[in-house]
């Protein structure tokens, strides 16, 4: 049976703004067991002291039994989140938009580990052992050493299926896989998408332009090193002149890539035998040469849509000859979290976009646009949770 959707708020779009009061819905889950679950994760990982453990038992007890508070008087950005989450305080955490709800929660838990403060602990990443535990497994092992084959592949093959290892994320194994005899990305991978526009978005990026593409990275570890790969390959084949990573401020949503993480999968690959080191060697010197940047912006960790954009952000994306937007968090933001008629085209809700754009993203929530309805009978027919399962995928472009 298909989870139940959250309930929602509607206003004068007819789209609903998504909440997370239904128990038994996808955001519902989230507010209820995932965060509860993180609390304990981070408070695990680190040996805080006792401020730390008061506050974080007293960020469980609010999110799960209290009201949403304002930021203490000293916060630096007290000022900002007062404004955003003024018609927020005071209610319950269920009853505030998904995403508000999301972002705010954990603007609350790196307060509570003292990030932001002065002290010992500010600027520890409380993510961290999560990220490079994951950075070291056998998985990332593996997918470094299925470079190899992929390297003898043609440049065709092999753009193809760095496209699918980037969008699959913790998945880019079956992306990075060649079968023998029968070059190209898995069944299971193509299969699994709902939408395909990545022949339009290799149209805008022909070998021999000088055409600047900004990826918009999502998490990071085993996520990260497939988007890192993609760009060595556009960089390499001359389908991109300069490529801008836009990675967070902060850390955010456990996993999301700062530029710490972007040196921890460097020197991962770097310190890889075979082609996996080559193209750490590549994208070493890329940044040096200034072919690669890493950028940052306080709006990639702010609770709002990229409509919103402020100005500076705008002039930036529209330098770009195509943005690329990896993950759910980002298309969530993309398109607007709402939920929207699946078949609402893409285009309509990336209109406002400065430029070319394209989302990456394994589906991990409800909202969807862009998809035919024959797609959505099938997929509805099926019974499972394929909005939020991480089953399904997309690939859209509007050029």
Not at 185 to 214: C, I, M, N, R, Y
Not at 218 to 225: Q, V
Request: proline content about 6%; charged content about 25%; some cysteine.
């Amino acid at each position: 049976m298909a989870e139940k959707t959250s309930r929602v708020s509607g206003d004068a779009t007819g789209a609903p703004v998504i909440l997370s009061d239904e128990p038994g819905s996808f955001a519902w889950g989230v507010l209820a067991k995932r965060h509860p679950a993180l609390i304990q994760q981070v408070r695990d990982a680190f040996p805080y002291g006792r401020r730390q453990h008061e506050a974080l038992d007293a960020l469980l007890d609010e999110t799960t039994n209290g009201v949403i508070e304002p930021l203490a008087a000293a916060d630096h950005d007290r000022e900002r989140w007062a404004d955003q989450g003024k018609e927020y305080f005071g209610h319950s955490w269920y009853d505030a938009p998904f995403l508000w709800a999301e972002s705010y929660f954990y603007r609350r838990l790196l307060g509570a580990v003292g990030y932001f403060g002065a002290g010992p602990w500010q600027g520890v990443d409380p993510f961290a052992p999560f990220k490079r535990a994951e950075l070291r497994g056998e998985a990332v092992e593996e997918e470094l050493r299925a470079l190899d084959p992929l390297a003898d592949a043609s440049v065709e093959e092999r753009a193809t299926a760095l496209l699918y290892a980037s969008l699959w994320g913790n998945r880019a194994d079956l992306g990075f896989s060649i079968s023998a005899g029968e070059p190209g990305p898995s069944d299971v991978t193509t299969s699994a998408l709902v939408a395909d526009d990545s022949a339009t978005l290799w149209q805008l990026l022909p070998a021999g332009a000088t055409a600047t593409v900004a990826v918009v990275a999502d998490n990071a570890g085993r996520e990260l090193i497939p988007d890192l790969v993609l760009i060595d390959h556009l960089l390499e084949h001359g389908r991109a002149e300069r490529v801008v990573l836009h990675v967070k401020p902060y850390p955010y949503y456990v996993s999301d890539a700062m530029t710490a993480d972007v040196v921890d999968c460097l020197r991962r690959l770097t310190g890889a035998p075979g082609e996996a080191g080559r193209i750490g060697g590549r994208l070493w010197k890329a940044m040096a040469a200034g072919s690669l940047e890493v950028r940052t912006h306080p709006f990639f960790c702010a609770p709002l849509p990229y409509e919103e954009m402020p100005e500076d952000l705008r002039v930036e994306f529209a330098s770009a000859t195509l943005t690329i937007l990896k993950g759910d968090l980002n298309y969530r933001r993309l398109v607007g979290d709402r939920l929207w008629h699946p078949t609402t085209p893409f285009a309509e809700r990336t209109r406002y976009f400065p430029r070319a754009v394209a989302a990456l993203r394994t589906l991990k929530s409800d909202v969807i646009v862009g998809l035919e309805q024959e797609t959505v009978d099938a997929l509805e027919l099926a019974g499972d949770a394929w909005r939020t399962s991480g089953t399904h995928a997309l690939i859209q472009v509007r050029p």
